[in-house]
């Protein structure tokens, strides 16, 4: 796969001063799907026509998305709530309750700092892969705002509906997940992003955050959660994220869930010595334990160097339960390399010893959780 070429694209240098005709960042273009062919301008423009809006690049390299720069990925009409009247219904547990945002806002708070990914990012037909972000959460935990009706009940699965109304259908988004898996995720009714009450963009005034599942589940303008006794099998588990996985003989339906072991490169910057690569390893449940760097199509793969979720706020250390599921940042020092055409990558390996898949995984067919490592092709000035 390695590439190396006459540099055909490259800014000729002017006469003022040679080295501003070098940029300081290069584009790492996708070498698949859709990104591939729109290229910069009309890619995002598809995107947007589908309410799809990716991280900018200049939002891409430290611990946290701000706000501004925060992917989307919805639909495009957003509820405007009524923090007065807004209530958040509880049913099907020990006793229904409604809770006021007041109420909601009483509640103790914990923190989450957490990936969250659409689960069709990165995938094959779109190429690129900016639907992506990191924010820290706070609110009440899940268990808490249910403890407000009394407890669980008799309820072990869970519907979370939201307040934007989808065309067609009369109810709003909704997305069913188990007590079990709440659990386990660490979930939140997030009241704050960042710090900041939560934007109407993002769902204000409520949100669920599911730290290490896919966002298909952060319901945005949550208004209802409905205890179950049986899985919720709504349009969105039973149909739109899900793949097909091979069992025996057969094909069988699977829900998008818990983001698997993968990692990106971010950006590609200017260095006194060259050019220094950053980008995100996440995922897979267990901390990440090393990044190799490729920038030779996979001949050679070389360690970067990682800054760890612990580590991010130094003078004000998040608790363990609260960065579980972050995402770790990398970097790597590209000395001068010649000009020409790269195609590079990075691959992610966890405590556990186990490695990000280089190749699709031929038992799995579909859109979403797609793990595998994503090459990117660069051209250096
Ligand atoms: N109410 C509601 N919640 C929603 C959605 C939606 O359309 N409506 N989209 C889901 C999907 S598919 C994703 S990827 C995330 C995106 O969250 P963001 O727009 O805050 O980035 O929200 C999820 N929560
Ligand atoms: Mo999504």
Redesign the pocket.
Known sequence: MAETGVNEGALVPTTTSAATAVPDELHLRPMEGMARWLGRVFGPLAFRTL?M?EQPTRTMSGPLTPIDG??????HRHPDVDAQTWRLRITGTASDAALTLEQLRALPRVERLCV??????GNHLMGSAG?V?QARWAGPTLRSVLDHGGGCGPATHFAF????P?PLVRS????GLSLEELDQAGAIVAVTMNGEPLPR???FPA??VVPGI?????????GHIEGRTSPHMGI?NRWV?TNKQRQGDAWVRVQARWIGLKSMVTRCQRSPTGWTLTGWAWGGGTPIAAIDVSVDGGQTWTRAELTQPKDYFPEAPLGSDAHQHAWTVWSWQWAAPAPGDYVIACRARDEHGRAQDLEQDPNVRGHFNQTRVKWRRVRVP
Do not use: Q
């Open positions: 309410s809006v925060y992917f989307r990925r919805d639909r969250m990914e659409c689960a069709g990012n639907l972000g509906r939201g307040l934007d989808i709003g988004y909704h997305y963009a993002r769902g949100r669920l896919y966002s298909m589940s952060h319901v945005k303008w949550l969105h994220f």
